[in-house]
């Protein structure tokens, strides 16, 4: 798991599929994505799901941090998405941190082999997603391998400028700071879009992404009010009041999802009284 606003970014870019990434990726340039959701509440839904061309399944998550537990929720994942879909599914790890990457991803026994796929986003030549006509492919340049930051940063900017018009360009220089974070790059790429010619609100980073935080946290309350009256009624508005006191959104995006599974107010009740 990583911070929410990297993480909606990141998935955001994915779903408008950047051909030259996924390429890269998974081998297919094309994809259709599908929902699949799990009935273990303990379980977080998969990132991206995605059905290729050849009828083949690839799971993907994106991660930011070594995590311990990566290679049984992987085994977990695979498992619930062959029981909806009757499809083994090809996974992939997709590592956007910026520590060592250390997650064993193999395992077997006398009868069983199970892996899945590494990759690790540093690895790859940012040359060739700036070379792309796609904007979600160049914005994720910033996350690969470059021997200098300067120049990759500039020629973002110049592809980005070439290829899009202004109201599209803002959307995507967004786009391009809160990824910068990840690398510490955000000050070189504030430095660089004050010098064009464009009028874009660059505030500080933590300022900037603190409100998109407030903005997703408020949406993600709302949501939740919805989902507890359509489901349960009066009783499910009653716990509204703990619900506002969980204070990131990571935990919001995870009780909304519970929502959907469980099927009483006291097993979300039970659930609020171990994250508030």
Request: with cysteine; proline share 3%; aromatic share 8%.
């Amino acid at each position: 798991m990583m911070h929410q606003k990297y993480d909606v970014t990141l998935k955001d870019i994915l779903k408008d599929m950047p051909k030259v990434f996924l390429k890269i990726l998974t081998g297919y340039d094309t994809c259709k994505f599908i929902d699949v959701q799990f009935p273990d509440i303990q379980l977080r839904e998969p990132d991206l799901v995605m059905e290729v061309s050849d009828g083949k399944l690839i799971h993907t998550e994106v991660q930011g941090r070594n995590e311990n537990n990566m290679l049984q929720r992987f085994y977990l994942y695979s498992g619930f998405i062959f029981n909806q879909h009757k499809i083994l599914p090809i996974q992939i790890l997709l590592y956007v941190g910026s520590a060592p990457l250390n997650m064993q991803n193999h395992m077997e026994n006398e009868y069983i082999k199970y892996s899945y796929k590494v990759v690790d986003i540093r690895e790859i030549d940012c040359s060739q997603l700036i070379a792309s006509d796609s904007p979600e492919d160049i914005v994720l340049a910033i996350l690969c391998n470059t021997n200098d930051v300067d120049v990759t940063i500039k020629s973002i900017l110049d592809k980005l400028t070439a290829l899009l018009s202004p109201k599209e360009r803002e959307n995507y220089i967004r786009k391009l700071l809160i990824l910068s974070d990840l690398r510490k790059l955000y000050p070189k790429v504030k430095m660089e879009v004050s010098k064009m010619p464009i009028t874009i609100d660059v505030r500080e980073s933590d300022i900037y992404q603190e409100g998109l935080l407030e903005g997703e946290r408020k949406g993600l309350l709302e949501g939740i009010e919805l989902g507890l009256e359509l489901k349960f009624g009066l009783s499910g508005l009653e716990i509204m009041n703990i619900v506002r006191a969980i204070n990131t959104v990571d935990k919001l995006d995870e009780f909304k999802n519970i929502i959907k599974k469980v099927g009483s107010v006291d097993e979300l009740k039970e659930f609020l009284g171990k994250s508030v």
